[in-house]
């Protein structure tokens, strides 16, 4: 059957942005299919516009390509319209490059970034006519393989997915594609028996079927079936970062993205210790690339897409040890070709006054940074060190060099937080404010975005509770009554996806079920707020008996076994329980407060 025609005249005439299913765009890589020995299909959960914009997925895209042998082509997660069609009419979802069916693939990858993406994997699972759950797959069926930081704790996926790569999968995901086919091309393997050869051989690979579990503390908690199974999955680590080179031709989409731009991803790793980011640990140990060969690769970006704008991607890309030169260099070469360079991610430190001097062009005046608390004690608690005398030291600078934008990363529900916190991030931004007003003469615009703590697996905060519901509105109403001037903007995180993304990340396997019965009933693109649908989800997760009071509030200990007990972050659980200690030492040591928050609307706003 010729999928490729039977789409392009009969479905994409009837779907809304045809040009996210249709493929050919400049640097998309062409195989002949029948001179390679594997075929692997990547897939980004989301719609092509977001999928697009991750930088992790073109890398792993360009390095799975560079093996003759293989060929890997891209998927994304049909639109509602898209799947509805496909189902009516009989057809299967395909990848982009080759309109080639998902079941006839030997590998199909998906890169895990969000929990509330979930829904979406069973979406593209159906729609590609591969099943549901692994214990109903077939020797010919696709190995369904899962990375990206939502594996950390891979139990609440763990009934959909085959094989879980933990940490870099830019070596990791072509070995086991090349170890899956060598398995399988063997006469009378059984896909479970070679589910357990890959478990035995890959350290950094969590493959579900091997393990066993036990009730701990309520909990699901896995166990290695076999002696020969290792008990803690570590971490895939690329040493040195340079050995693949970021892409030179990055594909161009078709329709607009996201984040229409070159990523330099210029280090990896985090020099910090925050213990509420989750990056950090699961992404050590640092390593940085050269900047002679970051300037390589911006070249040939450059010229081989036609975009105006480069973005220096790292945690903490200030940080970056040659910031000062590569920043520098870049601006000089780029400038004259009307190419920007923008930093998205930055700590206020002494490379502040270089972003200022070296990035700033025409379409770069907006800065933003992330104190994620207003007080300094309450920083020391979540281990985020910086003070306000630092940030407005940075933010003078960053006035004095052109920016009258600025925005401010803050969080509610931290442990040990108080009133005073909350309105600390007012008072913050006032200040911030005053501050561009005393050096430029007139307001900056500040933005106040405040998202909802989500103790996530794998950081120092994983043992406390996440807060609840009512706590959050409560903090979010306080914020939101108070009377701003028009030069401040406040945005906050919905309250409902936080809580889902707090059951995905900290439940066990139990968890699987109920995200069945939600994509039953039409859970879809959950972490776009036109389509979340927040009552299908509590709905599901009460039918499905899911206690989600031991998942999001009771707090835990670090002698208890966890879900995720059995991954293994590079600097280990050790240093995660000295973090978790000192944050409660730190907790005690806050100025104790008497203050409430007084959530009552304004007796203007009630006339």
């Excluded at 972050?569 to 944050?583: D, H, N, S, T």
Aim: aromatic fraction near 8%; hydrophobic fraction near 35%.
């Amino acid at each position: 059957m010729n999928y490729s025609e039977i789409l392009r005249h009969t479905i994409f005439p009837q779907v809304q942005t045809p040009g996210q299913y249709v493929g050919g765009e400049l640097n998309m890589t062409v195989k002949d299919p029948a001179q390679v020995k594997g075929r692997f299909c990547l897939c980004f959960p989301d719609t092509y516009a977001i999928g697009m914009s991750c930088h992790g997925i073109q890398v792993l895209y360009s390095a799975i390509n560079q093996d003759p042998d293989w060929y890997c082509e891209r998927v994304f997660a049909p639109m509602r319209d898209m799947e509805k069609l496909l189902e009516e009419h009989g057809l299967p979802l395909c990848s982009l490059e080759t309109t080639t069916p998902l079941f006839e693939f030997d590998v199909l990858g998906f890169s895990l970034q969000h929990e509330l993406a979930y829904s979406n994997v069973l979406t593209v699972l159906k729609s590609g006519r591969i099943p549901l759950l692994r214990s109903e797959r077939r020797e010919k069926d696709p190995l369904i393989i899962a990375g990206g930081p939502c594996v950390q704790n891979p139990e609440p996926m763990s009934d959909f997915i085959d094989a879980f790569v933990m940490g870099d999968g830019e070596e990791a995901d072509l070995a086991l594609a090349k170890e899956w086919l060598a398995l399988q091309s063997e006469p009378g393997s059984s896909r479970k028996e070679n589910l357990r050869k890959i478990a035995k051989k890959f350290p950094w690979l969590y493959v579900p079927d091997c393990f066993t579990h036990r009730v701990e503390n309520g909990l699901e908690i896995p166990y290695p079936e076999l002696e020969e199974i290792p008990a803690k999955i570590t971490q895939a680590v690329v040493q040195k970062l340079d050995d693949f080179p970021l892409p030179e031709k990055p594909i161009v989409p078709n329709v607009s993205a996201v984040q229409d731009r070159i990523a330099l991803e210029i280090m990896r790793g985090c020099p910090w210790q925050c213990r509420f980011c989750q990056s950090n640990p699961i992404r050590r140990p640092v390593r940085s690339r050269k900047p002679e060969n970051l300037l390589a690769s911006a070249r040939a970006a450059v010229a081989n897409t036609g975009h105006c704008e480069i973005s220096l991607l790292s945690l903490s890309t200030s940080d970056y040890p040659w910031f000062e030169q590569l920043a520098t260099q870049l601006r000089a070469e780029m400038l004259p070709k009307n190419v920007s360079v923008s930093v998205p991610s930055l700590r206020v430190n002494e490379h502040l006054a270089e972003v200022g001097e070296t990035l700033s062009t025409e379409r770069h005046s907006g800065l933003t940074i992330a104190p994620e608390a207003a007080r300094d004690d309450m920083r020391r608690v979540i281990g985020k060190r910086v003070t306000n005398e630092d940030l407005m030291a940075g933010c003078r600078i960053a006035f004095e060099n052109g920016f009258q934008r600025v925005k401010l990363y803050f969080m509610v529900g931290l442990p040990g937080e108080r009133a005073e916190d909350i309105d600390g991030m007012i008072e913050l931004a006032r200040k911030i404010g005053n501050l561009g007003k005393e050096v430029s003469g007139r307001f900056p615009t500040v933005v106040v975005s405040v998202s909802n703590l989500v103790p996530k697996p794998q950081t120092p905060l994983q043992w406390f509770p996440m807060a609840r519901r009512d706590y959050i509105i409560q903090a979010q109403r306080y914020l939101r009554f108070r009377k701003l001037p028009g030069w401040i903007q406040l945005k906050y995180h919905e309250v409902n996806g936080s809580l889902l993304e707090g059951v995905f990340c900290r439940g066990d396997r139990t968890l699987g079920r109920a995200i069945l019965r939600a994509w039953e009933k039409g859970a879809r693109f959950d972490s776009w707020s036109d389509q979340f649908q927040p009552d299908i989800w509590w709905e599901s997760l009460e039918e499905c008996g899911i206690d989600l009071e031991l998942f999001l509030h009771t707090p835990r200990t670090p002698e208890m076994r966890l879900p995720w007990s059995h991954v293994e972050i590079f600097q280990g659980v050790a240093y995660l329980e000295k973090e978790f200690r000192k944050a409660e030492e730190d907790i005690q040591a806050l100025d104790p407060s008497e203050k409430t928050m007084d959530v009552q609307e304004p007796e203007r706003k009630k006339k």
